[in-house]
């Protein structure tokens, strides 16, 4: 998801966090709200980004193994410009980059159509992404069967892995919640845990989502065009002392090719305080608001 560059009184408070990423509160905003209470509700804000956007990536990247990888289809194409070339075949659906490439994807068993699947996404030492991100160690999932029919579930944990400078723990699922004429998938986080391997510095998250596709439902084949409205609740807490509720009031809206949210609105909730970040028009940049107590703050989101 994306990242901010935030206000000064935030980067005392949270000094680690900003080694990850920062904000810069746009100078239209009025001084005089910044009291360390805003600053811990902007650092809680801020924190819950950083754990949705993570997660995501794991999400991208499990729903997005490809069948020359897998041996079958058991994906949905999400990874398409993240560990994978968005390169496609002539009938539309994506293709490997041509040249090495610096992961490797184990499956066992390897036999089509035989299930469950464990498949290991190991990144090795240091493998640099499709999106610029640096990881290491593996990410483990199993599958229950292809994440396009309903039913399906995946199961996903993680041995060393990290993405540039952060750890990332906990137990990640997806399982595929269609109907007859959508297609959804209910996403769950349970006991994430994202830590600062330079600092220290760490953010507890758990989450429970629902990924509703909304555009791309008749053209399987090909991914580009996929768009999809995610709804839900999360919790957190970081080494900052701030602990915090979220939740998704206009459903975010993320477009396979985008690096962005889009559009939509989270409420932050933190003891009396609450932050709304609003994601934009449904333009893809890099461009969000940050409202605390009824003060907007522009700000620049960066990955």
């Avoid at 892995?161 to 996403?187: A, C, P």
């Avoid at 889009?262 to 893809?284: E, F, P, Q």
Wanted: contains cysteine.
């Amino acid at each position: 998801m994306k990242l901010n560059r935030i206000s000064k009184w935030a980067t005392l408070l949270g000094c680690g966090l900003i080694a990850f990423s920062s904000c810069k509160k746009d100078n239209s905003a009025s001084q005089a709200q910044d009291t360390p209470e805003v600053a811990a509700t902007i650092d809680a804000a801020q924190s819950d980004a950083v754990a949705e956007q993570e997660y995501d990536d794991v999400f991208n990247i499990t729903m997005g193994v490809q069948a020359s990888d897998a041996g079958e289809d058991i994906g949905i194409g999400a990874g398409v410009d993240v560990i994978y070339s968005s390169t496609t075949n002539p009938d539309g659906s994506p293709s490997p980059a041509p040249g090495p490439r610096c992961f490797t994807v184990e499956v066992v068993p390897n036999i089509p159509h035989v299930f469950p699947k464990t498949v290991t996404v190991d990144f090795g030492e240091g493998c640099v992404g499709r999106d610029g991100k640096l990881r290491k160690g593996k990410i483990v999932s199993i599958y229950t069967g292809p994440m396009f029919i309903s039913g399906s579930k995946t199961a996903t944990t993680f041995v060393d892995y990290s993405v540039d400078s952060f750890s990332i723990e906990g137990t990640h699922t997806v399982e595929n919640t269609s109907t007859s004429n959508k297609m959804g998938w209910t996403v769950k986080v349970i006991d994430g845990k994202i830590t600062n391997t330079n600092s220290g510095t760490w953010k507890k998250w758990s989450s429970v989502k629902t990924h509703t596709q909304v555009e791309g439902n008749g053209t399987p084949l090909f991914r580009l065009d996929d768009v999809f409205h995610i709804t839900g609740e999360a919790s957190g807490s970081n080494s900052n002392g701030n602990s915090w509720t979220a939740s998704i009031t206009t459903p975010l809206v993320k477009k396979i090719g985008c690096h962005w949210i889009i559009k939509g609105t989270i409420r932050i909730s933190r003891n009396a305080n609450m932050a709304v970040l609003d994601y934009g028009d449904g333009t893809c940049d890099n461009k969000a608001v940050i409202t605390i107590n009824g003060v907007p703050h522009n700000i620049t989101l960066h990955r």
